[in-house]
């Protein structure tokens, strides 16, 4: 989705494609807000015949709709995949888990705050926000539950490191990265009871530093 404005549309024909529309959407969306998501306008951007649009989606609400799935294929995938990922203990799962939230990683943190913002204008968003958000709860109490962890125990802690995750997104936290990667070890600690060993600190280090 990233590169898809890259793309002269016209390339693909006149009436661009579904990608491109898209891309355009998302582009508008992230840059004005949800009510800069209108037919003309993004024709206008692409240059593109407000026509053409509805050949590849119906009206605005389906492409408001395919926003919220591309969000959720974005940004919920890459939590559900680290959750699963392998890791010998819980502090190398937990990492796992930070590092998709660190700059460089799958996580886009301006997709995710912008969807949150929109669900503040919309109850239906709302809904899908919190629906996702269970299951991103979800896969962390999973992950807590594979190395032992009680039920209502793994709740909480999923939801600590969650939430931790979330606030620095919805509080726009400025800070400087080589700080946050000191303060790492302790959220780890914080989050699983266990602190890193040297050794899944250097992975961890050497993974995300060639994110």
Known sequence: MAGALD???????????REVWLAAAREAFLDSGIDAV?????ATR?????TSFYWFFDDRDAVLQALLEDWDETNTKPIVQ?????????AEAALNMIAVFLPGGRFENKLDLAIRGWAHQSDAVAATVNATDEVRLSALRAMFERFGYPAGESDVRARTMYLVQIGYISM??????????KRIPNYVKTFTGHAPTQSELDRFHARVSTV
């Open 172 to 181: 726009q936290v400025q800070e400087d990265l080589d700080l946050r990667l």
């Open 38 to 42: 209108k037919i003309q306008p993004l």
């Open 82 to 90: 680290a959750s699963n990922a392998f890791a010998e203990t819980i």
């Open 46 to 50: 692409l240059g593109l015949s407000r």
């Open 7 to 17: 793309i002269d549309p016209k390339a693909k024909g006149w009436r661009g494609s």
